[in-house]
């Protein structure tokens, strides 16, 4: 069956230090989207890219970092510099253009210790 | 102040009750989109739509693109539509794919 996963569905971040998430999709979408959701907010785009090697900063793009080596593949970052880590984060792809409904995995949640 | 407005914030209905939803947004849209949230936190799109009406089984959008609207509505609601219902569109001028602006959410608990 054809999807987007994420990885892992519980993540807990130590003081100063750097944790990745994981997003995969096997839909064959060039597109892809990581948003941080707060309670009573709505989504806000960290990042997203458009084609492999190639991404865009956001709307709260600091303190975090992402890659695109892979098609299927556009992990996340969350760096020290992130002062404020504690969020569900929703990865998302779509193919490219006008039309493409974006297709969402189950999200992280990342936890402060 | 967010560009998409969710009214209301929280709803709270009855098993069998017409529902509706409302999405209001403050810039000219290619595209409206509908989402569905369960509480385990998955998302899944329900409509996308820029004009008119759609309809899904007991689901119906509308969007009336003069006054920047756009309603959900749920026909017998059951306890099974118990969700947050997210609304989110994609400006006109967007060049980045399919970036959207999300409003923050409708959370809807329809008892038994």
């Known amino acids: 069956d054809g999807g987007i996963t994420q990885s892992p569905k519980y993540l807990f971040r130590k003081e100063g230090q750097n944790v990745t998430l994981s997003c995969e999709q096997n839909?064959?979408?060039?597109?892809m989207y990581w948003y941080r959701q707060d309670p009573g907010q709505g989504l806000r785009l960290i990042y997203y890219?458009?084609?492999?090697?190639?991404?865009q900063k956001g709307d709260i793009a600091e303190g975090y970092s992402v890659s695109r080596e892979k098609k299927e593949s556009f992990p996340l970052t969350v760096t020290s510099a992130q002062k404020n880590p504690t969020a569900f984060y929703l990865c998302?792809?779509?193919?490219?253009?006008?039309?493409?409904?974006?297709?969402f995995g189950p999200g992280t949640r990342l936890l402060v210790l | 102040k967010n560009e998409v407005e969710q009214s209301p914030q929280n709803l709270t209905a009855q098993e069998g009750e017409f529902i509706t939803i409302n999405c209001s947004y403050s810039?000219?849209?290619?595209?409206l989109h509908w989402l569905q949230q369960h509480p385990g936190g998955g998302i899944v799109s329900l409509f996308m739509?820029?004009?008119g009406k759609k309809k899904h089984g007991r689901l119906i959008a509308t969007i009336n693109i003069q006054e920047k609207h756009s309603s959900l509505h749920i026909t017998a609601s059951h306890p099974r539509d118990s969700a947050v219902y997210i609304c989110?569109?994609?400006?006109?001028?967007?060049?980045?794919?399919?970036?959207?602006?999300f409003g923050e959410g409708t959370q809807l608990t329809v008892n038994p």
């Open positions: 998302a792809s779509s193919k490219t253009g006008e039309w493409g409904t974006q297709y």
């Open positions: 989110a569109h994609r400006a006109l001028g967007e060049t980045s794919g399919s970036r959207l602006t």
């Open positions: 890219s458009q084609i492999v090697n190639d991404f």
């Open positions: 810039v000219g849209i290619s595209a």
């Open positions: 839909l064959n979408h060039d597109a």
């Open positions: 739509l820029s004009s």
